[in-house]
């Protein structure tokens, strides 16, 4: 089994990680989700198409992009700043 490693945009509260979850989980070979809310990095298990992932956020409003693995583990850039409380789900 493999893993994708997403770097997603908009997440910004507990409700995001969830809505990300619920999309994704419904894509076909995904067999598990794990979200990383400080880091904006969802980490997909299972034999899943990584366009068929990034469409899901893509429709869930959470524009992604697959992130380079193993790049910056612990550096996190600081979220705070950009949009205050711009959070898309309510
Ligand atoms: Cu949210």
Redesign the pocket.
């Known amino acids: 089994m493999k893993t994708v490693e997403l770097q997603v945009q908009g997440?910004?509260?507990?409700?995001?990680?969830k809505?990300v979850t619920e999309a994704l989980r419904p894509v076909e070979g995904v067999s598990d989700v794990a979200v990383d809310l400080q880091a904006g990095r969802v980490t997909v298990s299972g034999d899943s198409d990584s366009n068929a992932l990034l469409a899901a956020l893509q429709d869930a409003g959470y524009p992604a992009q697959l992130a380079t693995v193993d790049s910056v583990p612990g550096t996190k850039t600081s979220g705070s700043g950009g949009n205050g409380g711009g959070?898309?789900?309510k």
Do not use: E
């Open positions: 997440m910004s509260c507990g409700s995001c990680v809505h959070c898309c789900c």
